[in-house]
């Protein structure tokens, strides 16, 4: 029973991020507009607080290669490319590096 409620307990606390976004979006178009754009930027800073700093420590000495994947992804995205052509080419260039690496 105690696992039952560690894993509904979990999973909450993990979904309820993600809705209450959805259900507040009616409310953004009341707030400020500077306010209203950082609430809409959130989600993606927060991604990438998450996702740099993995990138960097996830391939050990190799993490020039995570570099290279994420300023890839960056350059695309910057140029307005699609996220899947983003995606696509980070991985590419990360595992090219990896390969060229030797690793």
């Known amino acids: ?4 409620v560690l894993i509904l307990t979990c999973s909450a606390v ?11 979006s009616s409310y ?11 609430m809409l930027l959130l989600p ?4 990438g607080a998450l996702i740099f700093p993995l990138a960097l420590t996830d391939f050990g000495p190799l993490w020039i290669a995570g570099l290279v994947g994420v300023t890839t ?10 996220m899947i052509l ?9 595992t090219g590096m990896l390969m060229a690496m030797g690793a």
């Open 1 to 4: 029973m105690n696992k039952l």
């Open 14 to 24: 993990t979904l309820l991020p993600r809705i209450i976004p959805y259900f507040a």
């Open 28 to 38: 953004l178009k009341k707030l400020p507009g500077f306010i209203r754009k950082c």
């Open 44 to 47: 993606v800073a927060s991604l």
């Open 73 to 82: 992804a960056f350059l695309t995205s910057f140029f307005r490319g699609p």
């Open 86 to 94: 983003a995606i696509v080419i980070a991985l590419l260039s990360t």
